[in-house]
Structures are given as C-alpha cells and as structure tokens.
Nanobody, 125 residues
Framework: QVQLVESGGGLVQAGGSLRLSCAAS????????MGWFRQAPGKERESVAA????????YYADSVKGRFTISRDNAKNTVYLQMNSLKPEDTAVYYC??????????????????WGQGTQVTVSP
C-alpha cells in the first residue's frame, strides 16, 4: 500500500506559478512510476504528467508542455509538479497517483493503483 498526500495548491492569477508536492509513504517509493492528473468541474479526470521510477523519463500532456515540469526526489519520497504560465483553463483538482513501474501508456488512469486526495488549483483571469 502506498499513501499519497498532495499539497501546494491554491489561488493564483493567470501567468503565475505554483509548485505541487506529493509525499508518499508506505511501500518503497523508488519502484513506482508517478503521475499527476487533474479534474475540472464537469469534466473527466485527465492526465497531466508522469515520471518513471528512476526519473529518467518524463511525459506531458500537450496542453501543459513547456509550462509544467514534473520531477521526483526518491530520497524524500516526493514528486513535484512545477506549474508556470498558468492559465484559467488549468483550474482543477490535481491528483497524484502511483503505479508499479511498467510500460503501459503513462496517461492511462486505470494503470495507477494508488491516488491522493487531491489539491485544488484555481487560476483567475
């Protein structure tokens, strides 16, 4: 079992930045791919970014490429999502997720076994 707790959400103006953190506990963190997903009101949960367990590969949704950066610190059991140049359409609840390292498409929600409770990000115009 892996427990995930997100933090760092909040209200920011368009063009601003936020850094989300996801602290993991339980089973060893280093063997898990980590992903960030988001869900806006009335919409399905969508993939945002992911990083492989060794941190060697990162993946991004087209909508956030060039603006968001995912990283992880296995020594601290923490994964981060640096979000720059935020837009109102980035407003959503952001979720951290973990899965055992695999080659399944990184954006597949069903491939993730553990989820955090989410943190709200609101971007004002």
């Amino acid at each position: 079992q892996v427990q995930l707790v997100e933090s760092g959400g909040g209200l920011v103006q368009a063009g601003g930045s936020l850094r989300l953190s996801c602290a993991a506990s339980g089973r060893t963190f280093s063997g898990y791919d980590m992903g960030w997903f988001r869900q806006a009101p009335g919409k399905e949960r969508e993939s945002v970014a992911a990083v492989t367990w060794r941190g060697g590969n990162t993946y991004y949704a087209d909508s956030v490429k060039g603006r968001f950066t995912i990283s992880r610190d296995n020594a601290k059991n923490t994964v981060y999502l640096q979000m720059n140049s935020l837009k109102p359409e980035d407003t959503a609840v952001y979720y951290c997720a973990a899965r055992q390292a695999q080659t399944t498409y990184w954006g597949s929600r069903g491939s993730y076994d553990f989820w955090g409770q989410g943190t709200q990000v609101t971007v004002s115009p």
